[in-house]
Every structure is written in C-alpha cells, then in structure tokens.
C-alpha cells in the first residue's frame, strides 16, 4: 500500500512538471486545425466534429465549446479533441439554427496559448438520413486488392460491410445504388468470370441476375433506379484502359462502344428503344428526371480510329420516358452542353430544381482528372453555373443528393491529389452551397493518413443497409442466376 501512494504521488507530480504554465498568450488568429471545419454547415445529426491542432507540438490542449442559443458548453482537456457523443448530439440539438463557437488553448512548452474562437453553424435544415453508401478501395488498376460496400452512420463512427470481395474470392463489387436513398430498393454489381452477377435487392428479398444478353453489348453497367421502384436505367458499356506515362491522369478509362436500356424489374427483362441504343453514338450514365418523366443520359459521337482521347466529348441529353410501357418516346435533345469540354455524372436533385454533374476537358472518366469541377444546372432558368464555392484545385467528381435536395455528398482529392475523400454541402433556396466537410472520423488525422483507399461512389441511405451475408455469399458462389429477356 505504501508503495501504492508513492507511485501516485510521483504520476501527480511528473504530470504537474509537464503542463505547468508559466506565461499565458493571447493569439489573434484561429488555430490552425485539420480537417479545417471553421465556419463549416452541419446538419444537427452529425457526429462529433472532431478535429487536430496541428500549429505547434504541443504537450495539451483544452477546448471549450459553445452554443449561442442555448449558452450550454462542453469542454475537453488531454492530449486528442475526442468529443462524447452524447454531449455533442444534445449541445447541436439546443443549438439548431444557431451556432457552436470552439476556444482552443494549447500548452506548448510551459505557455499557453488561447486562440481567437471558431465557429460551426447548425443548419435549421435536417439531413433526414441515416447515413452513406460508398465503395472503398486500393487505387490499382491492373489488378485489385481488398474492396467492398459500405455504409457508414452519420451519427456516429459505425461502419458496417454490406459486401466485400474477400466473401468470394476474385471478384469485384461495384456500382450500387438505392431508389432516392432507400435501401428497400438496391442494386450492385459483382464482377468475375465464375461468380459475375447483378444483385437486385427489392424489400428485403433479392434476386442475382445474368444481364449479358445476345440483344444488348454485354453486362449492364451503370445504374438508376425509376421512382416507382419498377424500373432501372443501366448503361452497357465496352470499356477499355489507357495508362498514361506523361499525363498526370494515372488512368484514362473510355468506351468503345456503349448504349442503354431500361430493365423492368417486374417482367425481369430489358426494354429496347432506338432513341437510347444508337450505334453512331455513345450514350453513358442514365439518370430519370425527379418526376420519372424524362431520362437524362451522357452522349458523344463515335469517332473512327485514330483519335485521341482528347477528342471525346460528351454532353448531357434528355429524351421523354413512358411509365407505362417502360419506353423512351420521341426524339432525343439535348439538355447541357459546353464547347471544348466534357459533361458526366448527372444527378438530378429529388424535389427536381436542379441537375448536379461533373465538367472537365474530355472523356468519360473525370476522377483522375485534376480539373475536373461540379457544375449545377437550374431547371427553373435553363442555366448553368460552376460551383466555385465548393471545387477545389483537385478532381472534384461523383456526388448524389439527400432524399430532401438540401444537402449532396461528393468525392475530391483536394488532400494529397491521390486519394479521393467525401465532403458534405449543403445548398439553399437560391442555390448557394456552404463550404464543404470531410466527414467526420474519431481521430481524422490518424484515421485519414493510415487508409490507403479511396472512397468512390457514395450515396446518402434512409436506413442501414440490411442484406445477409452470410446467404448473400453462398448465392454468389452457387452460380445461380435469373436470366433476363429482351423487348424492343
């Protein structure tokens, strides 16, 4: 026992020695902090905005957070900002429509420095969504490693697999999406010569299709889902590879040849018509209209060899959609289009104000393109704008919308120019965005430099995704598949 007491004694004062201050400083500017949450939007559901002081080393800090509505505060000493989540989701919660302001003093050899106060705004507007899908993995390309789906709560820092290639050795999962965020309606793709397959999930019962047909150029590829739940837009693309050794683009993806069909999940087969499936064109990445009125899809014309991929261009067509008998009617026209550059990944905003999509100089794979940049076109007006107060100086690319259109996740490698990340905006009644976040993680700076991988494809999702993969995997690996027939 005495030797207890002397141990604690000795703890007491070595830790005393260590942050005892000395001289107190006053500094006039905000601490420097990653990610740089200062003055972000945040909707009240987030999880704690944790952050690292990265202006000096540092021997503690102290941060003291405020709420200028209902004047509660948390405060939090130690050597990382790890924020209870209790504490945190209760402060936003009395603080929605206001703002949170963070005092940071950090001990730094015996003096301590208080920094000027940042702040956070609480968006009176709600996510209303559980959190996001997304893919993560390795950026190879000749071959691949470990990859999966993903869902991530917002609340919180769960992740939790929805499928993994690691489950059926040498494949590959991709491409998944959900009707306007809800998971009852989900689809992905899984890719391999023995196990390949489309897994369509409706209402918790799924079924795994053969989309290769003798009508269509192969597998279907990039997918929609219809309002109604009733039918899917896939593209079908002949895909091929280009590895640059001079161009700071690590790979250019194009199509040889690509067209669309819709696929009537009820009747389980594809649905032909000639406005989408032209063999002079190529026609990528279809998206319904918020109403289900329209299809939005990328074209470019078909060049005859040589060219160079610098000659692909795309713009962003619309053709009129029948719900009915699942058939595009009347004659294509076209919606976007900017000279000398390419226009990709459109995705319209569910309450049907605006199309968000990704501009850069040519092709159709914009993510390793360093200028690529989003663009919003506004239905209302029939305008366009860039989004200059969300891009950055790196690939700003892939991004889809929250159930309500008042907020929208995309990807960017704005960090390191390598690996591609998620950030979350908001937009308002006129169209502006607030300055994006990273998503939130419980120590970001540890989190962030020790993945090597790249987040891809994300989605917001009303609910956890709930698909077993215990049965998911023995459906895989059994090889059984639903075929699908074809009506032109």
């Avoid at 006053?26 to 559901?45: C, F, L, M, Q, R």
């Avoid at 669309?260 to 406005?275: A, N, R, T, Y």
């Avoid at 959609?321 to 009617?329: A, Q």
């Avoid at 891009?391 to 929208?408: A, G, I, L, M, T």
Wanted: aromatic share 14%; charged share 25%; proline share 5%.
């Amino acid at each position: 026992m005495k030797n207890f007491f002397i141990i604690i004694l000795l703890t007491f004062l070595f830790s005393g020695c260590g942050t005892k201050v000395e001289k107190i400083v006053n500094v006039a500017s905000e601490p420097e902090i990653w990610p740089d949450y200062k003055d972000v939007t945040i909707p009240e559901e987030i999880a704690p905005m944790n952050f690292n002081f990265t202006g000096m080393p540092y021997n503690s800090l102290t941060l003291k957070i405020k709420g200028s509505v209902s004047g509660s505060e948390i405060e939090i000493s130690g050597k990382q900002i790890d924020i209870e989540i209790n504490k945190w989701h209760n402060l936003v919660k009395e603080n929605k429509g206001g703002f949170l302001e963070f005092f940071l003093s950090v001990v730094s050899d015996r003096i301590q420095y208080d920094f000027k106060p940042f702040k956070m705004i609480i968006s009176s507007i709600p996510l209303d969504e559980y959190g996001l899908t997304y893919r993560r993995l390795s950026p190879g390309y000749v071959s691949y490693g470990k990859m999966g789906i993903y869902c991530r709560n917002l609340s919180n820092f769960q992740e939790d697999a929805i499928i993994e290639n690691t489950f059926v050795y040498g494949t590959c999962v991709n491409c998944h999406t959900s009707n306007r965020t809800n998971p009852n309606d989900f689809l992905f793709h899984v890719r391999g010569q023995a196990f390949g397959g489309t897994v369509v999930s409706r209402n918790g019962s799924y079924k795994i299709y053969n989309t290769n047909t003798n009508k269509t150029l192969g597998a279907a590829v990039y997918p929609y889902w219809h309002k109604s739940g009733r039918y899917v837009a896939f593209s079908t693309n002949n895909t091929l590879q280009v590895f640059p050794t001079a161009n700071p683009a690590r790979v250019e993806v194009f199509d040889k040849n690509s067209d669309l069909q819709i696929f009537d999940v009820e009747k389980q087969e594809f649905v032909l018509s000639e406005e989408i499936k032209n063999d002079s064109v190529l026609e990528t990445f279809p998206v319904f209209s918020a109403g289900g009125d329209e299809l939005f899809f990328c074209q470019s014309q078909k060049l005859d060899p040589p060219y160079f991929l610098e000659d692909i261009k795309y713009a962003i067509m619309k053709v009129s959609f029948d719900e009915k008998s699942g058939k595009t009617l009347g004659k294509k026209d076209t919606l976007i289009y900017i000279e000398n550059n390419s226009l990709t990944f459109p995705r319209p905003s569910y309450d049907g104000k605006y199309l968000m999509y990704t501009v850069s100089k040519y092709g159709t794979f914009p993510i390793w393109h360093k200028e690529a940049d989003l663009y919003l076109y506004n239905f209302q007006d029939s305008t366009s704008r860039v989004l200059t107060e969300v891009n950055s100086d790196f690939s700003d690319s892939f991004h889809n919308w929250s159930e309500n259109s008042k907020w929208f996740v995309f990807t960017s490698r704005r960090v390191d120019g390598l690996y591609t990340r998620l950030y979350i905006s908001m937009i308002d009644e006129n169209g502006n965005c607030t300055k994006p976040f990273i998503i939130p993680q419980k120590n970001p700076l540890e989190y962030y430099n020790s993945l090597y991988q790249s987040y891809n494809t994300p989605d917001f999702t009303k609910s956890k995704v709930d698909i077993s993969n215990i049965s998911l995997r023995e459906e895989i690996k059994s090889t059984n598949r639903e075929n699908i027939g074809v009506r032109e």
